[in-house]
C-alpha cells in the first residue's frame, strides 16, 4: 500500500444538518412504535371471549393452547356455519341472537356442545326443566364433585362468579357454588354458567386452562361461535396491524438515511503496481478468518490434511496416484505411528467445531514432525 500523503484519506465530518435531520428521523421511529403499541393494546377492545383476542375477559391465551395443541379454530357468525364444520362447538352468544330453532338444531347435531353464558342468562334456553342461574356468594377455588369423566379427576377452579340451580333438572351439575353448580352437563350439551374459566384473566388459576382444554378438546376441530346480528364486523383480527406496518416502514427510512449519512467514506483510489505481491503469511491469516467467519471447521479440516499429506509425501517418495491404504501404510512405517492413529489424523471424519479444528491441526503438526526434522 503506498504511504503517500497525498493519498491519506481525509475524515469525514458529520454535518449539523445530517445530525438534526437524523433525529427528526430518530423521533418519527418512536412516534410510529408508540402508535404499533396503542394499537396493539387496542386488541383488548376485540369482542370478549374472542379466540384472538388479548383483553383480560379475552380468550386469546386459550386459543393459542388449543391450536398448540394440533387442534384448529375458525370463528363462526351462524349456527349453519356451526354445523357444517366438524369437530366441537363452542358457543358465546350474550346478547341472545341465536333463534330458537339455532339452538335446537345444535343440540340435536350430536355434536360437543359448549355454551358458555354470561352471568347465567339463557341457561335455560340450554337445559330441560329452566334452571335459574345465580349470583354465587364466593368465588374461592371449589373442585368438580360429580360423575362427568373429563372433569372428575381435576381439583378445583377459581373465580367462577355465577351458578346455575340443578336442583329437580336432568343436567348433572359440577363444580358446587352456593346452592347450584357452574358447569351443567346434559347429554351433548355443557353449559357454563360464565367465561371465567376461558379467559386470559382467569385462565392460569387453579385447573381453569385444564377444564377449559377438556371442554373443548373432544375433538381435533372446534367451531367458535359468535354471532352478530351483522355479517359487517369483522370475523378475525389482522395479525399485522397497520401501524406495525407504519412502523416498519419507517425503520426502512431510518436505516436507508444513516447508510446515506453515516456510511463510511471510500476516499480516493490508490495505485499500485501489478501484479501486487501478498505474503504468504498474509494470505494464510485471510484465507484462515474467511474459514472462521464462515464456520466451516470441516473445510478447513480438509484442507490441512491434504495440505499435510502432500507435503509428506514429497519427503517420503509416495506417487500421487497413491491409494489411502499405501499412503497410511507407508506414513505408518515412516513414523512409527499406529496405522489406525495415521488413519485418523488423516482420513477420520471432518471437525464440527473450532475445538475439534485446532485437536486435528496439533495432530498433523505432530505427525508432521515425526516425518520431517528440518
Not at 6 to 16: C, D, E, M, R, Y
Not at 38 to 60: E, Y
Not at 104 to 122: F, N, Q, T, Y
Not at 228 to 235: G, N, R
Request: aromatic share 6%; proline share 7%; charged share 20%.
Amino acid at each position: 500500500m503506498s504511504s503517500n500523503p497525498k493519498f491519506a484519506q481525509p475524515v469525514a465530518k458529520k454535518p449539523l444538518k445530517n445530525k438534526i435531520l437524523f433525529g427528526i428521523f430518530t423521533a418519527i421511529i418512536i412516534g410510529l412504535l408508540a402508535l404499533s403499541i396503542i394499537t396493539l393494546q387496542g386488541r383488548g377492545n376485540q369482542q370478549a371471549m374472542h379466540p384472538d383476542s388479548v383483553s383480560p375477559d379475552g380468550a386469546g391465551a386459550l386459543g393459542s393452547i388449543i391450536e398448540g395443541r394440533g387442534a384448529t379454530i375458525t370463528v363462526v357468525r351462524t349456527a349453519d356455519e356451526a354445523l357444517d364444520h366438524e369437530g366441537t362447538i363452542l358457543v358465546w352468544d350474550p346478547f341472545s341472537l341465536l333463534t330458537e330453532r339455532e339452538r335446537e338444531s345444535l343440540i340435536e347435531s350430536g355434536k360437543p356442545v359448549v355454551a358458555v353464558m354470561d352471568e347465567g342468562r339463557d341457561a335455560s334456553l340450554w337445559l330441560t326443566g329452566n334452571p335459574r342461574a345465580f349470583s354465587s356468594s364466593s368465588a374461592a377455588p371449589t373442585g368438580p364433585n360429580c360423575s362427568v369423566d373429563w372433569v372428575s379427576d381435576l381439583d378445583a377452579i377459581d373465580g367462577a362468579t355465577w351458578g346455575i340451580d340443578t336442583n329437580n333438572i336432568p343436567a348433572t351439575g359440577c363444580f358446587p357454588v352456593t346452592s347450584g353448580h357452574y358447569l351443567a352437563v346434559e347429554g351433548n350439551v355443557s353449559v357454563f354458567a360464565s367465561p371465567e374459566v376461558f379467559t386470559n384473566d382467569y385462565l392460569d388459576r387453579a385447573h381453569n386452562a385444564a377444564v377449559a382444554i377438556r371442554a373443548l378438546g373432544h375433538t381435533d376441530s372446534v367451531s367458535w361461535l359468535i354471532p352478530t346480528e351483522t355479517t359487517a364486523t369483522d370475523s378475525s383480527i389482522s395479525a399485522v396491524p397497520p401501524a406495525l406496518t407504519g412502523a416498519l416502514a419507517g425503520f426502512a427510512i431510518a436505516a436507508l438515511w444513516y447508510g446515506i449519512c453515516v456510511r463510511r467514506p471510500v476516499g480516493p483510489l490508490i495505485p499500485e503496481s501489478l501484479p501486487v505481491i501478498v505474503p504468504s503469511v498474509e494470505s494464510a491469516r485471510g484465507r484462515a478468518r474467511l474459514y472462521e467467519r464462515g464456520g466451516n471447521a470441516g473445510h478447513a479440516g480438509k484442507a490441512l490434511r491434504a495440505g499435510t499429506i502432500a507435503r509428506v509425501a514429497a519427503r517420503l517418495g509416495i506417487p500421487s496416484e497413491a491409494t489411502p491404504e499405501n499412503v497410511i501404510s507407508r506414513i505408518s512405517e515412516a513414523s512409527g505411528w499406529h496405522p489406525d492413529r495415521v488413519s485418523q489424523v488423516l482420513y477420520g471424519p471432518p471437525p464440527t467445531t473450532d475445538r475439534e479444528l485446532v485437536d486435528l491441526a496439533h495432530e498433523l503438526t505432530a505427525l508432521t514432525k515425526e516425518l520431517i526434522h528440518d
